[in-house]
């Protein structure tokens, strides 16, 4: 199947889309955004976190048709090397990345919570961010980068 | 931070003022790449006409292959290739210590989840569709998957030759020395899961001259290229590895998984071939840290010091050796504690059964023992009436003792101080007044003395935690307060750092210094693996600091220069990065060299030795100044250089004697969790943590290991388990494989000592593991205190709780 | 594999009668596991999440109708009030992202012993709506579910949505798992007091081969509660009463041994969980 939707605010096509194929697998093979990670296929991680029409979700379980006509944001759309966003930059500043494979789904959903709520608590913090899961840095400096985040913003 | 004494063997002094040298919490250089997505993982590789491979695997944890067809899947459109062990050109097995694993299963399988055959096509569906295609005929065999009865006389044999993989006897003192107070228990834990985020994943690129280009995450990669070529019949040279980005590793990818048949399937087909493991496939695609079994006994005088220890423990290998040998001396030689003990007797064995092959996880055969022997000695202050800690300091190890095996403890031991620390850490806040107080009164007071004389529990808490905002249970919404009692716990344990037993270990680091139009830039290449723990920081701080050098580069890590040995047993910094330090050492006697001619000094003039590399200057004390770029224009400066620690020995095979180790790592933790005693659900409030870590090379990174280490410990002490039913794995999924998300970590209180270690770089200790074994008996011991259960198990279970302990499995 | 997305209900129910073995899809947080997972391989998906209407909920009098595309982030935002069992059950379900995409509708469809809203429903006395292009059918929700995992829909019915009677009373939801998020029940209890109509209403999950009520447990509990005049009077409630329900409501379960739990645990958590909320509803019912 064919595939029309907005990726990180500009156009995309893609051609000969399986149907039972993921938005996630879409991303990375067919666009050629690695940046959503792939670490449990079934929602449990939060490591292929994107904002579909604005609302966090989990691109392993959205079905490519579902996103036709769609708005994606990425973790790529949020910024890049020269242009870091302030979430981006709280996480380098925090030491809050270790391996790195949940940080962009980490650094996705934390803006999509301080859109939400730009002063959260830590514990508004931890419940927003319980399904994205890191097994390197056991969250402290994570929590950091978010509150560092917040108060930047503000 | 605390800095207990001077860093010491700092032979010249290093490179004052330069940004992002050691001691400096110098970022990452992959962090911006990390936060933006840019970072290339093994799982992002791509390349112009790759195809996938996908891997067939047994559904029997043991039987015979009695055929393999591969007919209907050769046949599918869009499949390249399938292959089987007849297709394996060069050895036929591969293995960390010994080569008993099949590349593909020849005629049995012995667990399950082992791989049978591997396919190649167009793309992932494809490929799996064709795996699904390939009819394998199996006959079952006996099982047997209970470490105790593998060893008994007469148990099926998972390999010829009995099922007994090691036995290591650990004999010091008078064995059948006899004490006042005696205590004895039977203690397991589980099998858990590195639970890396990412999955096993690479790919391999057919090259012009006949050999294969490996791209991979990894922890070794010259093991790695050692068994790969010796599989496909090809010298070493022809087999080049170079890391592509690891998602975490904790052990898990120390042993080959998918390396050789990514490179078989490249060689055959012609073509570059990525594969990525799903979670579920990890799974079944990596080893384990060892089930355990251990029976101890403490004996202790009156006054509380340590008569003797007896040790009786089992580890399941699982279905291959992998690294089960050198976890069974680790759990033998560590066994007795961080303590003082005239007469121990420890005796560890590791059997192969039809489970899952074991090997290296996080803290590597320590782990289990220091939740036994943690747990022994709660029981013992108990029996004599003594605080856990008070019990703990009276036997604690100190420079100069000597462990069980006869070694010397020969640098800082600070048992007692990590201890001392942690007990007097601040207690976490309490959501209102008046909430704390148990019936004694002084439960969470001020000291985190917790109640009394035992450790014992605070009473109800009954509101809501101030620290996260969550009682246990967390959004579950299971109690408002009802059945929540606090407990607090202490531990404390310890983990050699580096390879033991008289491994030849070593790294090979290659510094480059150039020079270009004033310009000064350094480069540092080794082969040692980055997987997230933040080597590639302190590469870059120990080049910046010896050379003083503001611009490094850290280059990819590869074969193209010499083994750095692996990312594993906390010993990269202390290795890769002597090595690193050393090649240093080497470019500025270049340097030092061509100053002399420069400055017109003789060669072993003492104003230069003495000089200082700063800001791209070469200053000596006299004031004579070279700059540094000026030096190497034109000339660049390279050396590299291949490092070893000094030598280890192996254990007298009936005493088990022997300088077996090079170095330790010390952690103590206090563990404050509310339980609900009705439901058994528990929430970590507070860990409070001591380590010495002996240099800080990067203080946020040495942090960030103890916060991680530490979170698997909690893991490993409440919910991680790999749950099998008759070799089968039961839960292999992020779903029914718990590992702790945010709300379940609590706000930790860190506390680094740097002791340093005379005989090390820097004077620094291993980091990673430590942390990692006294979390675990800390919780547990907190939650005893919390329930007066016993809890002999982890992960406990809420049915633990609840209904006291369950009979080990 | 078929994609279709249909835009309205009609076209919607047109497609299933036509091809009543395609899947349906709507969050994916369960279709997308399986087909990700490789254990499903439909001819055909169908995606209810262009049929505007379906994410719709309105109030009739005292009849809550809840579209089956209304998701759980949506439930908890904006239905707390109206269905507040519902509302704290959503909020215990997976993550944001989860409770961003999951719908009331997918979780019936999926018929899960665990699955969050079905306790609440049951306690509710909830009915689920359906339709078929022969038709539409009303089916309360303890006779929805037929197995584990199954539930009444005919192949070409999909569910319109959920009527629940607008919460006169407290609700309450309770959901054990061995983390303190992101789990899946090891079970989990709903409690729903109506004074108006002097009902008590349950809700069991993950300790049954379906969602049940404690029938027995609420029949008592109503009839104490009448016989004492308790809805007038809003006395506490007598510890034997409260343990009677509790121990009530556990012998409502049929349990089994699995990877999260023990039967024997989940009866027990069971008969913590029924005691305690019934304490927090009726304290709630004593303070308004």
Same mark, same amino acid.
């Given at each position: 199947?064919?595939?029309?939707?907005?990726?990180?605010?500009?156009p995309?096509h893609?051609?000969?889309?399986?149907?039972?194929?993921?938005?996630?697998?879409?991303?990375?093979?067919?666009?050629?955004?690695?940046?959503?990670?792939?670490?449990?296929?079934?929602?449990?991680?939060?490591?292929?976190?994107?904002?579909?029409?604005?609302?966090?979700?989990?691109?392993?379980?959205v079905?490519?048709?579902?996103?036709?006509?769609?708005?994606?944001?990425?973790?790529?759309?949020?910024?890049?090397?020269?242009?870091?966003?302030p979430?981006?930059?709280?996480?380098?500043?925090?030491?809050?990345?270790?391996?790195?494979?949940?940080?962009?789904?980490?650094?996705?959903?934390?803006?999509?919570?301080?859109?939400?709520?730009?002063?959260?608590?830590?514990?508004?913090?931890?419940?927003?961010l319980?399904?994205?899961?890191?097994?390197?840095?056991?969250?402290?400096?994570?929590?950091?980068?978010?509150?560092?985040?917040?108060?930047?913003?503000? | 931070?605390?800095?207990?004494?001077?860093? +010491?063997?700092?032979?010249?002094?290093?490179?004052?003022?330069?940004?992002?040298?050691?001691?400096?919490?110098?970022?990452r250089?992959?962090?911006?790449?990390k936060?933006?997505?840019?970072?290339?993982?093994?799982?992002?590789?791509?390349?112009?006409?790759?195809?996938?491979g996908?891997?067939?695997?047994?559904?029997?944890?043991?039987?015979a292959?009695?055929?393999?067809?591969v007919?209907?899947?050769?046949?599918?459109? +869009?499949?390249?290739?399938?292959?089987?062990?007849?297709?394996?050109?060069?050895?036929?097995?591969?293995?960390?210590?010994?080569?008993?694993?099949?590349?593909?299963?020849?005629?049995?399988v012995?667990?399950?989840?082992?791989?049978v055959?591997?396919?190649?096509?167009?793309?992932p569906?494809?490929a799996?569709?064709?795996?699904?295609?390939?009819?394998?005929?199996?006959?079952?065999?006996?099982?047997?998957?209970?470490?105790?009865?593998?060893?008994?006389?007469?148990a099926?044999?998972?390999?010829?030759?009995?099922?007994?993989?090691?036995?290591?006897?650990?004999?010091?003192?008078?064995?059948?020395?006899?004490?006042?107070?005696?205590?004895?228990?039977?203690?397991?834990?589980?099998?858990?899961?590195?639970?890396?985020?990412?999955?096993?994943?690479?790919?391999?690129?057919?090259?012009?001259?006949?050999?294969?280009?490996?791209?991979?995450a990894?922890?070794?990669?010259?093991?790695?290229?050692?068994?790969?070529?010796a599989?496909?019949?090809?010298?070493?040279?022809?087999?080049?590895?170079?890391?592509?980005?690891?998602?975490?590793?904790?052990?898990?990818?120390?042993?080959?998984?998918?390396?050789?048949?990514?490179?078989?399937?490249?060689?055959?087909?012609?073509?570059?071939?990525?594969?990525?493991?799903?979670?579920?496939?990890?799974?079944?695609?990596?080893?384990?840290?060892?089930?355990?079994?251990?029976?101890y006994?403490?004996?202790?005088?009156?006054?509380?010091?340590?008569?003797?220890?007896?040790?009786?423990m089992?580890?399941?290998?699982?279905?291959?050796?992998?690294?089960?040998?050198?976890?069974?001396?680790?759990?033998?030689?560590?066994?007795?504690?961080?303590?003082?003990?005239?007469?121990?007797?420890?005796?560890?064995?590791?059997?192969?059964?039809n489970?899952?092959?074991?090997?290296?996880?996080?803290?590597?055969?320590?782990?289990?023992?220091?939740?036994?022997?943690?747990?022994? %000695?709660?029981?013992?202050?108990?029996?004599?009436?003594?605080?856990?800690?008070?019990l703990?300091?009276?036997?604690?190890?100190?420079?100069?003792?000597?462990?069980?095996?006869?070694?010397?403890?020969?640098?800082?031991?600070?048992?007692?101080?990590?201890?001392?620390?942690?007990?007097?850490a601040?207690?976490?806040?309490?959501?209102?007044?008046?909430?704390?107080?148990?019936?004694?009164?002084?439960?969470?007071?001020?000291?985190?003395?917790?109640?009394?004389?035992?450790?014992?529990?605070?009473?109800?808490?009954?509101?809501?935690?101030?620290?996260?905002?969550?009682?246990?249970?967390?959004?579950?919404?299971?109690?408002?307060?009802?059945?929540?009692?606090?407990?607090?716990?202490?531990?404390?344990?310890?983990?050699?750092?580096?390879?033991?037993?008289g491994?030849?270990?070593?790294?090979?680091?290659?510094?480059?210094?150039?020079g270009?139009?004033?310009?000064?830039?350094?480069?540092?290449?080794?082969?040692?693996?980055?997987?997230?723990?933040?080597?590639?920081?302190?590469?870059?701080?120990?080049?910046?600091?010896?050379?003083?050098?503001?611009?490094?580069?850290?280059?990819?890590?590869?074969?193209?220069?010499?083994?750095?040995?692996?990312?594993?047993?906390?010993?990269?910094?202390?290795?890769?990065?002597?090595?690193?330090?050393?090649?240093?050492?080497?470019?500025?006697?270049?340097?030092?060299?061509?100053?002399?001619?420069?400055l017109?000094?003789?060669?072993?003039?003492?104003?230069?030795?003495?000089?200082?590399?700063?800001?791209?200057?070469?200053?000596?004390r006299?004031?004579?100044t070279?700059?540094?770029?000026?030096?190497?224009?034109?000339?660049?400066?390279?050396?590299?250089?291949?490092?070893?620690?000094?030598?280890?020995?192996?254990?007298?095979?009936?005493?088990?004697?022997?300088?077996a180790?090079?170095?330790?790592?010390?952690?103590?933790?206090?563990?404050?969790?509310?339980?609900?005693?009705?439901?058994?659900?528990?929430?970590?409030?507070?860990?409070?943590?001591?380590?010495?870590?002996?240099?800080?090379?990067?203080?946020?990174?040495?942090?960030?290991?103890?916060?991680?280490?530490?979170?698997?410990?909690?893991?490993?002490?409440?919910?991680?388990?790999?749950?099998?039913?008759?070799?089968?794995?039961?839960?292999?999924?992020?779903?029914?494989?718990?590992?702790?998300? %945010?709300?379940?970590v609590?706000?930790?209180?860190?506390?680094?000592?740097?002791?340093?270690?005379?005989?090390?770089?820097?004077?620094?200790?291993g980091?990673?593991e430590?942390?990692?074994?006294?979390?675990?008996?800390?919780?547990?011991?907190?939650?005893r205190?919390?329930?007066?259960?016993?809890?002999?198990?982890v992960?406990?279970?809420?049915?633990?709780?609840?209904?006291g302990?369950?009979?080990?499995? | 594999?078929?994609?279709?997305?249909? $835009?309205?209900?009609?076209?919607?129910?047109?497609?299933?009668?036509?091809?009543?073995?395609?899947?349906?899809?709507?969050?994916?947080?369960?279709?997308?596991?399986?087909?990700?997972? *490789?254990?499903?391989?439909?001819?055909?998906?169908?995606?209810?999440?262009?049929?505007?209407?379906?994410?719709?909920?309105?109030?009739?009098?005292?009849?809550?109708?809840?579209?089956?595309?209304? $998701?759980?982030?949506?439930?908890?935002?904006?239905?707390?009030?109206?269905? =507040?069992?519902?509302?704290?059950?959503?909020?215990?379900?997976?993550? =944001?992202?989860?409770?961003?995409?999951?719908?009331?509708?997918?979780?019936?469809?999926?018929?899960?012993?665990?699955?969050?809203?079905?306790?609440?429903?049951?306690?509710?006395?909830?009915?689920?709506?359906?339709?078929?292009?022969?038709?539409?059918?009303?089916?309360?929700?303890?006779?929805?579910?037929?197995?584990?995992?199954?539930?009444?829909?005919?192949?070409?019915?999909?569910?319109?949505?959920?009527?629940?009677?607008?919460?006169?009373?407290?609700?309450?939801?309770?959901?054990?798992?061995?983390?303190?998020?992101?789990?899946?029940?090891?079970?989990?209890?709903?409690?729903?007091?109506?004074p108006?109509?002097?009902?008590?209403?349950?809700?069991?999950?993950?300790?049954?081969?379906? =969602?049940?009520?404690?029938?027995?447990?609420?029949?008592?509990?109503?009839?104490?509660?009448?016989?004492?005049?308790?809805?007038?009077?809003?006395? =506490?409630? *007598? *510890?034997?009463?409260?343990?009677?329900?509790a121990?009530?409501?556990?012998?409502?379960?049929?349990?089994? *041994?699995?990877?999260?739990?023990?039967?024997?645990?989940?009866?027990?958590?069971?008969?913590?969980?029924?005691?305690?909320?019934?304490s927090?509803?009726?304290?709630?019912?004593?303070?308004?």
């Amino acid at each position: 199947m064919q595939l029309q939707f907005t990726v990180n605010e500009r156009p995309c096509h893609v051609d000969d889309v399986w149907e039972g194929e993921s938005l996630l697998f879409v991303l990375r093979e067919r666009v050629g955004l690695w940046g959503s990670k792939n670490a449990c296929e079934q929602g449990e991680c939060g490591s292929c976190t994107v904002l579909l029409d604005g609302a966090a979700v989990c691109s392993c379980l959205v079905a490519a048709g579902q996103v036709d006509g769609r708005h994606v944001v990425t973790v790529e759309g949020l910024g890049d090397r020269s242009d870091l966003h302030p979430v981006q930059q709280a996480f380098v500043d925090a030491g809050a990345v270790q391996c790195g494979f949940c940080t962009p789904g980490l650094v996705v959903a934390t803006a999509d919570l301080l859109r939400r709520n730009p002063s959260p608590s830590d514990a508004e913090i931890r419940e927003a961010l319980a399904g994205n899961l890191c097994r390197c840095t056991g969250y402290a400096q994570i929590l950091d980068a978010v509150r560092l985040a917040a108060a930047v913003a503000r | 931070m605390t800095t207990a004494l001077q860093p +010491g063997d700092v032979r010249h002094r290093l490179g004052r003022g330069v940004d992002g040298g050691i001691g400096t919490d110098a970022s990452r250089p992959d962090g911006t790449l990390k936060a933006t997505g840019q970072f290339g993982f093994s799982s992002d590789l791509w390349t112009e006409g790759m195809i996938w491979g996908a891997t067939v695997r047994s559904p029997h944890p043991h039987a015979a292959v009695v055929s393999v067809d591969v007919s209907a899947a050769l046949g599918m459109p +869009g499949v390249h290739c399938v292959l089987t062990h007849d297709d394996v050109p060069g050895r036929k097995t591969y293995g960390l210590e010994s080569p008993d694993q099949p590349v593909l299963a020849i005629d049995e399988v012995r667990y399950q989840g082992e791989p049978v055959a591997v396919v190649a096509a167009d793309d992932p569906e494809t490929a799996r569709r064709g795996a699904a295609l390939v009819r394998v005929e199996y006959r079952l065999l006996p099982l047997v998957v209970d470490p105790v009865a593998a060893l008994a006389p007469g148990a099926p044999e998972v390999h010829p030759g009995g099922n007994l993989v090691r036995h290591v006897k650990i004999r010091r003192g008078d064995p059948s020395a006899r004490a006042e107070v005696v205590v004895s228990g039977d203690y397991e834990v589980g099998m858990q899961d590195q639970a890396f985020l990412g999955t096993e994943s690479g790919m391999a690129v057919p090259a012009e001259d006949g050999g294969v280009d490996l791209y991979i995450a990894t922890q070794w990669l010259h093991v790695d290229r050692d068994q790969v070529a010796a599989s496909l019949g090809l010298p070493p040279e022809k087999v080049r590895l170079t890391l592509a980005g690891v998602g975490g590793a904790f052990g898990a990818r120390e042993d080959v998984s998918l390396q050789i048949h990514l490179c078989l399937l490249a060689l055959r087909t012609g073509r570059p071939v990525k594969m990525v493991y799903s979670r579920q496939e990890s799974f079944f695609g990596h080893v384990h840290r060892h089930p355990a079994r251990l029976h101890y006994t403490h004996g202790a005088d009156r006054e509380g010091r340590l008569v003797f220890v007896h040790a009786d423990m089992v580890f399941d290998g699982g279905a291959y050796l992998s690294s089960s040998t050198a976890v069974v001396g680790n759990a033998a030689t560590l066994g007795a504690g961080p303590y003082d003990v005239p007469n121990v007797s420890i005796d560890v064995r590791g059997a192969y059964t039809n489970n899952p092959p074991c090997g290296a996880m996080r803290g590597f055969g320590a782990v289990q023992a220091c939740f036994a022997y943690e747990s022994q %000695m709660d029981k013992l202050a108990a029996a004599l009436g003594m605080h856990p800690v008070d019990l703990r300091t009276r036997n604690a190890m100190t420079e100069g003792s000597s462990l069980p095996t006869g070694q010397v403890v020969d640098s800082a031991a600070p048992v007692a101080e990590l201890l001392n620390r942690v007990r007097v850490a601040p207690m976490p806040p309490v959501a209102s007044a008046g909430d704390a107080a148990g019936p004694t009164g002084d439960a969470a007071g001020p000291t985190g003395d917790a109640a009394g004389p035992t450790g014992d529990a605070a009473g109800p808490t009954g509101a809501r935690s101030g620290a996260t905002g969550l009682l246990p249970g967390g959004v579950a919404n299971t109690t408002h307060g009802e059945g929540v009692v606090r407990g607090v716990g202490f531990a404390v344990g310890f983990k050699n750092v580096g390879y033991s037993e008289g491994f030849d270990d070593y790294s090979t680091a290659r510094v480059l210094l150039t020079g270009a139009g004033g310009r000064l830039m350094a480069s540092v290449h080794s082969a040692a693996c980055e997987v997230g723990q933040g080597l590639v920081t302190v590469e870059a701080q120990i080049v910046r600091s010896e050379l003083g050098v503001d611009e490094v580069v850290v280059e990819t890590a590869d074969t193209q220069v010499g083994s750095a040995g692996s990312t594993s047993a906390s010993r990269q910094t202390y290795v890769t990065g002597g090595a690193v330090r050393a090649a240093c050492q080497a470019v500025r006697e270049e340097l030092l060299a061509r100053a002399a001619a420069v400055l017109g000094l003789e060669p072993d003039d003492p104003d230069l030795a003495e000089a200082e590399l700063v800001g791209g200057k070469l200053l000596c004390r006299s004031g004579g100044t070279v700059v540094v770029a000026d030096l190497v224009e034109g000339s660049p400066v390279e050396r590299t250089v291949q490092w070893r620690h000094r030598p280890t020995e192996a254990l007298h095979p009936d005493t088990g004697q022997g300088r077996a180790h090079v170095q330790y790592s010390f952690a103590a933790h206090r563990a404050i969790v509310d339980v609900d005693v009705e439901l058994g659900l528990v929430h970590v409030v507070q860990i409070a943590t001591a380590q010495d870590v002996g240099r800080a090379m990067n203080p946020a990174a040495v942090v960030g290991q103890i916060h991680g280490g530490t979170t698997q410990g909690i893991g490993l002490a409440l919910m991680e388990e790999i749950q099998m039913a008759d070799g089968k794995v039961r839960n292999p999924s992020f779903t029914d494989y718990l590992i702790p998300t %945010m709300p379940d970590v609590p706000p930790m209180h860190v506390e680094v000592l740097e002791l340093a270690d005379p005989h090390a770089p820097y004077g620094l200790r291993g980091v990673g593991e430590a942390p990692t074994l006294s979390s675990t008996p800390a919780v547990v011991a907190a939650v005893r205190a919390a329930t007066g259960r016993a809890l002999a198990r982890v992960p406990v279970r809420p049915e633990h709780i609840v209904f006291g302990d369950l009979t080990p499995q | 594999m078929e994609f279709l997305a249909p $835009t309205s209900w009609d076209e919607a129910l047109a497609v299933k009668a036509e091809h009543p073995e395609a899947e349906v899809i709507a969050g994916g947080t369960d279709v997308m596991v399986d087909l990700n997972f *490789d254990r499903r391989r439909p001819a055909m998906l169908v995606d209810l999440t262009r049929i505007a209407d379906l994410a719709t909920w309105q109030i009739d009098g005292s009849v809550l109708t809840i579209g089956a595309g209304v $998701t759980y982030a949506r439930i908890i935002d904006e239905l707390s009030t109206l269905a =507040p069992g519902l509302a704290i059950a959503s909020r215990t379900v997976g993550s =944001p992202q989860i409770r961003n995409r999951g719908t009331i509708g997918g979780n019936l469809g999926s018929a899960s012993p665990a699955g969050d809203a079905h306790p609440p429903l049951l306690a509710t006395k909830a009915t689920v709506e359906v339709a078929s292009a022969r038709g539409s059918r009303s089916v309360p929700v303890e006779k929805f579910f037929t197995g584990a995992k199954r539930h009444v829909l005919a192949p070409d019915e999909l569910i319109a949505a959920v009527t629940v009677p607008v919460a006169a009373g407290p609700q309450q939801f309770a959901k054990v798992g061995t983390r303190n998020a992101m789990v899946i029940a090891v079970t989990s209890f709903a409690l729903a007091l109506d004074p108006h109509a002097h009902a008590v209403g349950t809700g069991i999950g993950s300790a049954a081969p379906t =969602p049940i009520r404690a029938e027995e447990a609420e029949r008592v509990l109503a009839g104490e509660l009448a016989a004492a005049d308790q809805w007038e009077h809003r006395r =506490p409630l *007598d *510890d034997h009463l409260v343990d009677h329900f509790a121990r009530l409501s556990a012998e409502a379960a049929a349990p089994i *041994d699995d990877v999260r739990g023990t039967a024997a645990y989940r009866r027990h958590a069971l008969a913590v969980l029924a005691r305690r909320t019934l304490s927090w509803a009726w304290s709630e019912y004593q303070r308004n």
